[in-house]
C-alpha cells in the first residue's frame, strides 16, 4: 500500500472492518453449509442470505469509503466490493494480508 494507511476516521477503523468482514465470512459459510445440507429453501438459509447480502451492501460502501480516507488499500476495497457478493472470503484473506504488511 502507498503512503501511510490512517488509524481510525471516525467509527469507521481497519479493526472494525476486519471484524466485521470475518463476521460475514461466518454468516456465509454458515449459509453454504445450510445451503447444501438442507437440501432446498429452508427458513435459516433464506436468513442467512439476506443476512449475506446486506452485510456485502453494508460492508462494500464502508470499504469504498474507507479506500478513500486511507484507512484500507483500494485492492482490499475492490476485494470486498467486487468479490464479497461471490465469496466475502476474498475480503477477509486480504485484510490479513493487509494487516501483515502493515506490521512490516
Given amino acids: 500500500m502507498s503512503g501511510q494507511r490512517r488509524a481510525t476516521a471516525g467509527p469507521i477503523t481497519f479493526a472494525r472492518l476486519r471484524a466485521a468482514s470475518f463476521a460475514h465470512s461466518c454468516v456465509y459459510l454458515g ?11 429452508q427458513p435459516e438459509t433464506f436468513v442467512l442470505g439476506l443476512t449475506h447480502g446486506l452485510l456485502w451492501i ?13 484507512i484500507v488499500s483500494l485492492r482490499l476495497a ?10 466475502p472470503f476474498f475480503g477477509s484473506w486480504e485484510f490479513i494480508r493487509e494487516g501483515r504488511l502493515a506490521d512490516t
Fill in 31 to 41: 449459509l453454504l453449509i445450510c445451503a447444501f445440507l438442507a437440501g432446498g429453501p
Fill in 58 to 70: 453494508a460492508m462494500s460502501l464502508l470499504c469504498l469509503a474507507a479506500a478513500r480516507l486511507r
Fill in 78 to 87: 475492490v476485494a470486498v466490493a467486487v468479490l464479497g457478493g461471490i465469496g
